[in-house]
């Protein structure tokens, strides 16, 4: 079972590059997020699904991407790489998004020059 | 709209010794909470949870946490702490009845020394 995974796991982008950051889970779970995790912040929502085909904004959405085609994968879009988006970026997923709770990605570490 | 605080960003104790970590939410029903670990370079694993059932939850590793409404706390405990316990503990929330987002308090990060 190998839960949610995230690739790369490693990234460094130019400014103005574009990539796309994968999640997929293989636990059939309905709800799954992303977010980015920055000293001293803690982790913030970036964009949010409830099922296949709909996706909302959390509380940083500027500058990212997502799409759901299917219950599996929820990558995450970086339209036009900006030093700000420089982190450490988590994937989620949950069967309810209520008291299950979510279980994460290893995480992909993206660094922008 | 709901929000987690976790009070002081670095905790140290002394092996063996209690372990706190404070966490205040604010919402207008009583959400569910949520404590979390994050090793160092790793991803994070859930803790415990407290989803209305009981007041007093325990979880993995020695750890528990009490849900108080009156102080709309869910401070994290340990009795004894040990080395492998240092590591940065995040509490999170989602409203019961809402739309499911999970919201991370900033962290706090757990030094034991010897």
């Known amino acids: 079972n190998a839960g949610v995974t995230q690739t790369p796991k490693f990234q460094v982008l130019k400014t103005g590059q574009s990539m796309t950051l994968q999640c997929a889970q293989d636990m059939n779970h309905e709800y799954m997020s992303w977010y980015r995790q920055d000293p001293g912040m803690g982790l913030r929502l970036i964009h949010y699904s409830v099922g296949a085909g709909i996706t909302d904004q959390g509380e940083v959405p500027n500058g990212y991407n997502v799409s759901r085609s299917t219950t599996e994968d929820f990558p995450l879009r970086l339209l036009s790489a900006a030093p700000s988006q420089t982190s450490v970026y988590f994937c989620a997923s949950s069967p309810s998004g209520r008291s299950d709770g979510y279980t994460f990605g290893s995480g992909t570490r993206l660094t922008v020059v | 709209a709901q929000s987690v605080t976790q009070l002081g960003s670095h905790v140290s104790v002394s092996e063996g010794a209690l372990v706190l970590l404070r966490c205040n939410y604010s919402?207008?029903?009583?959400?569910?909470l949520f404590w979390y670990v994050q090793y160092p370079n790793q991803g994070l694993q859930l803790l415990l949870k407290y989803t209305s059932a009981a007041t007093l939850v325990k979880g993995i590793n020695g750890f528990e946490a009490e849900f108080k409404k009156s102080e709309t706390s869910f401070h994290l405990t340990k009795p004894s702490a040990h080395m492998s316990d240092a590591a940065e503990y995040f509490c999170?929330?989602?409203?019961?009845?809402?739309?499911?987002?999970?919201?991370f308090g900033a962290g706090t990060r757990l030094a034991v020394h010897p």
């Open positions: 919402s207008s029903v009583p959400p569910y």
């Open positions: 999170a929330v989602i409203r019961s009845g809402g739309y499911n987002k999970l919201i």
